[in-house]
């Protein structure tokens, strides 16, 4: 059975290169740390998360009602699963397992859209159950990094429905050409966005839900009090100045660079599946659970793929990481695959 909690955090061990988290390597800017850590001087009072609830609305040109700040993009997937009574919630796949996680446990019937690599992963709205009155797809999607067109998306959306798109990937793109974050007309969406990938913040929990008001106050009802720290809310106000969305785009697009890197290092019996636009890469190779083994015992961490409904053992999610690390990365993925054991020899 697939452990829906399996994340890319379990395959790190001391010495091993992380290519298996898919958060940026290296810390937070240092003018974001020097927010952080003056933000603890205001510790002592309860959270205010006025500033940062007007500063990212101003930032999606949405009214601050449409704005639900969140411990971490994984806290709207609970509150979703908490607020909603859904007849029947259809989660796409291979995907994020969270969300899945949140309405099992909340005991919602779910099915699974599986998509299919022959499609190159990319997503058949029609695969999708006319009568899901909740829709989750993630976009970019984690694990396959493939982009979505949001036209596709826009046609999930329908009366009676909600269509939750998670976007925690999407500032990996440069341009956010496919983001619906901005997009107030579609009934029943609802945006997930997460600061953890693009700023380092994993261990921070800090990310915003962007949606009607109507949508955003049935899942705050179901919040804790106080659920966003004061250096979380501190971050949203600085994560969401121009300056700051612009040294975003300039990583996103240094990403895109350094994956064009990785790609072209890739060996030939590691094939690239889906078209990857995000900052990981989904890879296919033969005899994958030795691979990655080998890959340890040789010093690096990569994802598996396996705890992904739709993906098998053979699935491997890399990170995209600078072109030095990706270069010393893809020498010792050729090497593991030149050494594959003859199968003749094998008893
Ligand atoms: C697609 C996707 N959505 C959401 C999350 C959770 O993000 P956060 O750290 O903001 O809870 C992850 C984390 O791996 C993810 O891969």
């Known amino acids: 059975m697939t452990d829906l909690h399996h994340h890319g955090d379990a395959e790190l061990a001391p010495g091993l290169v992380d290519l298996a988290v898919n958060v940026r390597a290296d810390a937070p800017p240092a003018w974001l740390r020097a927010v952080l850590h003056a933000s603890i001087d205001a510790a002592s009072s309860y959270p205010d998360p006025a500033p940062a ?51 099992d446990a909340a005991g919602h019937p779910v099915t699974r859209v599986v998509l299919r690599a022959a499609d190159g992963w990319r997503l058949d709205p029609a695969a999708v159950p006319e009568e899901a009155d909740l829709v989750v797809v993630g976009n970019p999607t984690n694990p396959t990094s493939v982009l979505h067109p949001a036209a596709d998306l826009v046609d999930l959306a329908r009366p009676g429905r909600v269509l939750v798109v998670d976007e925690a990937f999407a500032d990996t793109v440069p341009g956010e050409p496919e983001s619906l974050a901005d997009r107030r007309d579609v009934p029943g969406l ?102 990655r083994q080998a890959l340890r015992d040789s010093g690096w961490a990569v994802r598996r793929g396996d705890t992904f409904p739709g993906l098998t053992g053979d699935h491997l999610r890399v990170a995209v990481r600078r072109p030095e690390v990706t270069a010393a990365f893809t020498a010792a993925l050729t090497d593991v695959l030149v050494s594959a054991p003859n199968p003749e020899e094998v008893p």
């Open 53 to 103: 609830r007007t500063a990212v609305a101003a930032a999606h040109g949405r009214p601050v009602d449409e704005v639900l700040l969140t411990a971490g993009a994984a806290e709207t997937f609970v509150l979703l699963a908490r607020a909603l009574r859904p007849r029947l919630a259809a989660v796409v796949h291979p995907s994020f397992t969270e969300p899945e996680a949140a309405l």
């Open 190 to 291: 609802v945006v997930v966005r997460s600061l953890t990938k693009t700023w380092g913040l994993a261990g921070l929990r800090v990310g915003y839900a962007l949606g009607s008001a109507a949508l955003v106050a049935r899942l705050a009802a179901h919040q804790p009090r106080w659920p966003v720290s004061t250096p979380a809310l501190a971050a949203l106000v600085a994560c969401s100045t121009p300056a700051a969305r612009a040294e975003a785009e300039a990583g996103a697009r240094d990403l895109d660079r350094w994956r064009a890197a990785l790609l072209a290092g890739l060996p030939p019996a590691a094939v690239v599946e889906g078209d990857p636009r995000s900052s990981f890469v989904l890879l296919r190779v033969p005899d994958g659970v030795r691979v």
